[in-house]
């Protein structure tokens, strides 16, 4: 089984990044706290998890691990929606996060297709 490239590696750990730059931004709110935690949470888990996957000791491992990652991001894209929709933050500067989420989700399900078809 190929495994995907050490780019994807960088790059989920680029999101997290950007992630936790976002929660410095957030409102200081009673909302935007409950909701920055799960964010936070979330999106730094992604790359998290893929490391674990990139690092697995089999197939099935790897699968389940991408599984945990695309849950993960799927997540953090629900959180930033409630950002922008709650108005605790404005969609342009949520935009490029949100298209980021939804690669990576596309990422993360071609792999687990990919991977269990192969």
């Known amino acids: 089984m190929k495994k995907p490239g050490i780019d994807l590696r ?48 089999s197939k099935a491992e790897f699968i389940a691990k991408c599984g945990d990652s695309l849950r993960e991001v799927e997540e953090t894209g629900y959180w930033l929606e409630l950002l922008v929709e709650g108005g605790l933050m404005l969609g342009t500067k949520l935009a490029p996060l949100r298209q980021e989420c939804d690669e990576l989700t596309a990422i993360f399900v071609t792999i687990i297709k990919r991977s269990r078809d192969g």
């Not at 999106?43 to 996957?53: D, K, L, P």
């Open 10 to 57: 960088a790059r989920t750990l680029n999101f997290a990044l950007r992630i936790v730059r976002m929660y410095g931004c957030l409102p200081k709110t009673t909302p935007a706290l409950v909701i920055d935690k799960q964010v936070l949470r979330s999106g730094t888990s992604v790359g998290a998890n893929y490391r674990e996957a990139y690092r697995g000791r």
